[in-house]
């Protein structure tokens, strides 16, 4: 019997734990360094928690469930898992990268990955047409759809038929989103990233990364190099994003709800020139979304009038927290231009639209009516 994604976020299919762990509802923490073997040659299945942790490996099964992928990998945080990615390819490589990108992903082809020998070209995917970029030393696409933080949305089925023609990689970061309202692995991508600090753990409170695969081979590279780098993450973390995922459902219901209601009111608001969110039948795209999500998420990006209403409104939220980071059940505003998109070049940041007069939301939980009245008076204050 197929599962639905909201069971799943509570069972595996094939879940034996209970039998396994005494009856425990909560997966236990094994919270151990290393395992006793019961003779030369053999062993329990676990040998060294850097390589394999029971605890880790259960959420591995869950995302990798959850992403309809045959693998999952979990890592410190997802700079790490988009750090170990990058460890597939070799010096000369070339990778296609979207140009509107979290900063850190960024940062990390500009600054790491190009000193390793490994050379990248940014293009619009949601607008320009990738295969004019490809060359023969083209090894894959790296897209975040919706973008980060311009909410840029990229058809992946369309993509998917360039990256397979040339046979190369479609990478997608799957953030915003989350598994729960989008799934790429089944619109022809490879490989999934996700910052489980997000949406996934879902509380604010813990760092960790996923890399989802429906490729053997690229799998079997992917656990070699986490083995090797020592950049899997800890059980007590790994427990936290499982607990996390328990109320993915429901969270993502809910914030996404609440970013439908700020969106429409946001439109409102003589100090907005701009509001985007893919679930606006404004947005262009929207009608992808509608195509290959389930929905359209708890993310939103809007440009008021000048940076001192952008500054005002930061120094006078009270329920809003201004922070970095998203998907937790707390509503946060950023400020890109000088958080998450801090290193990038400020020319690159104009280019993609982030000017000082842009704010990012990631919409949580709380009541709509406390979000906006809180927003009201900060609006107010601006004036």
Sequence with gaps: MELSIETRCQHLADDNSKKNHYGSISFPIYQTATFAHPAVGESTGYDYSRLQNPTREHLEKVVASLE???DALGFSSGMAAIASLMEIFRPGDHLIVDADLYGGSIRLFNNISEKNGVEFTSV???KEDVEAFITDKTKAVFI?????????VTDIAELAKVTKKHNILLIVDN????????NPLELGADVVVHSGTKFLGGHNDTIAGFLVTNDEAISEKLRFIIKTTGAGLAPFDSWLILRGIKTLAVRMERAQENAIKLAHWLEEQELVKKVIYPGLPSHPGHEIMKKQSRGFGAMLTFEVTSK??????LKNVKVVSFAESLGGTETLITYPTTQTHADVPKDIQLKNGITDCVLRMSVGIEHIDDIIADLENAFSNAK
Excluded: R
Aim: net charge negative.
């Design 175 to 182: 953030t915003f989103l989350s598994p729960y309202f989008q």
């Design 144 to 152: 975040e759809t919706p973008t980060n933080p311009m909410m840029n």
């Design 68 to 70: 309809k992928g045959i």
């Design 124 to 126: 619009d995917c949601h």
């Design 308 to 313: 001192e209403v952008a500054l005002s409104i």
